[in-house]
């Protein structure tokens, strides 16, 4: 089930989070550098909850909750247009589709938000990120050069976006 955030959510996200860290390398955050407290993620979520230009989707599978999508608008005017975009899904739940219907969510709710343009980054190497993306109509923009540092060593993103 794909639904949004709610600030009940707090503990199941950091969880979350934190092994998401521990899967893979493609996150921002490393192990251990996601150390927000309970309260601070409440905090987070209730901004979203009541936000009209963000929005944080949660995949839910048997009551767990197994992946994210988060959109994250501007408030100044000349780039309100633009809805940033970061996912993550545990490894055990790739490859089945799940992906493709959060990033359906967040379109659609980009959509009624009037957002026009979806936009991200992603780290050059990450090709079945990059490969969802674009057969989801993203398109790429240019490269990040040297924009992370993973394990000591420089690494490029690629800029992506999707007009609506």
Do not use: P
Not at 87 to 99: P, V
């Amino acid at each position: 089930m794909i639904r949004q955030a709610k600030v009940a959510d707090a503990q199941q996200i950091l969880n979350l989070s934190k092994q998401l860290a521990t899967e893979t390398d493609f996150m921002l955050r490393e192990v251990g550098e996601e150390n927000l407290t309970f309260t601070e993620q409440e905090t987070i979520l209730s901004g979203f909850v009541k936000s009209t230009n963000k929005v944080f989707w949660v995949l839910e599978v048997e009551g767990q909750i197994v992946g994210l999508c988060l959109g994250i608008g501007s408030l100044a005017r000349r780039n309100q247009h633009n809805l940033y975009c970061v996912m993550g899904i545990l490894h055990a739940y790739t490859g089945q589709g799940l992906g493709r219907k959060l990033l359906e969510a967040l379109e659609g709710w980009a959509q009624d938000a009037e957002f026009s343009r979806l936009e991200l980054t992603v780290m050059i190497q990450n090709k079945i990120a990059r490969r969802l993306y674009l057969s989801y109509g993203f398109e790429e923009e240019g490269i990040k050069r040297q924009s992370l540092k993973v394990d000591g060593q420089y690494v490029d993103e690629v800029y992506m976006s999707k007009l609506l």
